[in-house]
């Protein structure tokens, strides 16, 4: 049988045993509506007010700061939506990046024609905002500055201690969407000075469809669902018990082993990194090389197209992502790799490869010996890699 590397880790993670066996009572068996006054009821309330002072320590947060959501997404849009409508009034400009997940620029999109104005912050070639871009950036009616921690496409790790520190200091609030970098990042609310911080369960190792909202008290939020009073009343609608409950013993889990886990995913990181750029031509690594998430790896092969490269490494067993949004129903190259400056051509021959605790150094000397294999044989293919061995025509590669 074919063996199968999951290297896509940053699209979605396996939920640990452990966790499905912590939920499945809340299904069949303690499923009381948190609402309900019984104790059938209460019981399963105690159970996620616990869920929710674990999760909060891990973030070092007040427990009723942590607002319980459906995913990152929505977390994210009411991030952005609700706060920038409840200060409106003392401004409607509202900063972000060019490198944000669709989550915070398509809600910055929206917010436009709402009426809003938007400043997107440039990145420099390894994707990293320049604290000084903010401060110029920021103006009296700025109330908002939305940051994303970590990039879920280049890995690139944000100052956000220091971002945030700006935005304060002219009296605009700082939220980050945290999505890729919970549980792989040490993240602590009060030292890094967030006002609001979005993740998801999904990422690490918890079930799909369950998100949280950090919201610092005296933040005046919206609630984005209108409806019942849960989640003191600022996010109606019954909770997702199980869910909840799996992603406050998903982040235990995370962080129990935080050390051990995020070293050996550096050391396989770092060894797929050294091996692909010294043995194949013509690749860049794209993203910081040590400020960057401790599983990420995304490199751009010239002369090869991105989809071909993971279909061919799908029949290889190697299961990664690709750098064009296609699966958008558009064929354009991310708007994250033209952002760092890559040439359209190049941005399509790009792949990304996310680890885990599970990828074993096997998997990586397997996938790095795949890679110089479909790479050779796509570029034997190409037209464009014949003129350039034979010197017709030169790519100019962003280095
Ligand atoms: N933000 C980032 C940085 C992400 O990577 C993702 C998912 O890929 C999201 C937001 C959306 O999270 P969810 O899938 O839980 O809606």
């Known amino acids: 049988m074919l063996r199968q590397i999951y290297l896509d880790n940053a699209a979605t993670t396996a939920v640990f045993p452990e966790v499905v066996k912590t939920m499945l009572p809340y299904f069949t068996e303690q499923y009381g509506n948190p609402s309900s006054l019984y104790e059938f009821g209460q019981s399963?309330?105690?159970?996620?007010t616990d869920a929710r002072a674990r999760i909060a320590t891990h973030l070092n947060a007040q427990a009723q700061d942590i607002y319980f959501t459906s995913c990152g997404t929505e977390s994210d849009?009411?991030?952005?939506?609700?706060?920038?409508?409840?200060?409106?009034?003392?401004?409607?400009?509202?900063?972000?990046?060019?490198?944000?997940h669709h989550a915070i620029s398509h809600s910055a999109e929206w917010l436009e024609k709402q009426g809003f104005e938007l400043t997107y912050l440039p990145v420099d070639t390894d994707g990293?905002?320049?604290?000084?871009?903010?401060?110029?950036?920021?103006?009296?009616?700025t109330t908002l500055v939305s940051i994303i921690?970590?990039?879920?496409?280049?890995?690139?790790i944000q100052p956000i201690a220091e971002l945030a520190a700006i935005a304060h200091e002219r009296g605009a609030l700082f939220h980050t969407d945290a999505v890729q970098a919970v549980a792989h990042v040490p993240i602590d609310v009060e030292a890094l000075d967030v006002d609001m911080l979005s993740a998801s369960a999904h990422k690490f190792h918890g079930p799909k469809g369950v998100g949280l909202l950090y919201v610092r008290k005296g933040v005046k939020t919206r609630s984005f669902l209108h409806g019942g009073a849960q989640e003191r009343k600022r996010r109606a609608g019954t909770e997702n018990v199980p869910?909840?409950?799996?992603?406050?013993?998903?982040l235990d889990i995370c962080m129990e082993r935080f050390d051990e886990r995020v070293a050996h995913e550096q050391e396989l990181r770092d060894h797929l990194i050294?091996?692909?750029?010294?043995?194949?031509?013509?690749?860049?690594?794209?993203?910081?090389?040590?400020?960057?998430?401790?599983?990420?790896a995304n490199f751009s092969f010239e002369f090869v197209e991105g989809e071909s490269l993971l279909l061919t490494l799908e029949q290889k067993g190697v299961l990664g992502s690709s750098g064009s949004a296609c699966a958008s129903g558009s064929l354009d190259p991310s708007h994250v790799l033209l952002a760092i400056g890559l040439p359209h051509e190049i941005a399509h021959g790009s792949l990304?490869?996310?680890?885990?605790?599970?990828?074993?150094?096997?998997d990586i000397d397997y996938t790095v010996e795949a890679i110089k294999e479909v790479v050779?044989?796509?570029?034997?293919?190409?037209?464009?890699?014949?003129?350039?061995?034979?010197?017709?025509?030169?790519l100019s590669a962003v280095r």
């Open 44 to 48: 399963t309330k105690a159970a996620i």
């Open 77 to 100: 849009n009411w991030a952005l939506k609700a706060t920038a409508e409840a200060y409106a009034h003392k401004g409607k400009h509202i900063i972000t990046s060019s490198i944000e």
């Open 128 to 141: 990293l905002i320049a604290p000084a871009e903010l401060a110029s950036a920021i103006r009296e009616d």
């Open 149 to 156: 921690f970590a990039n879920n496409e280049i890995g690139t």
């Open 243 to 250: 869910s909840i409950m799996g992603m406050a013993q998903a």
């Open 274 to 296: 050294d091996r692909v750029l010294a043995e194949v031509d013509h690749v860049r690594l794209n993203g910081h090389r040590t400020l960057r998430l401790p599983n990420n």
């Open 352 to 362: 990304r490869l996310t680890l885990s605790e599970e990828t074993t150094r096997a």
């Open 376 to 394: 050779k044989r796509l570029r034997d293919m190409s037209p464009l890699f014949e003129d350039f061995t034979q010197g017709k025509k030169a």
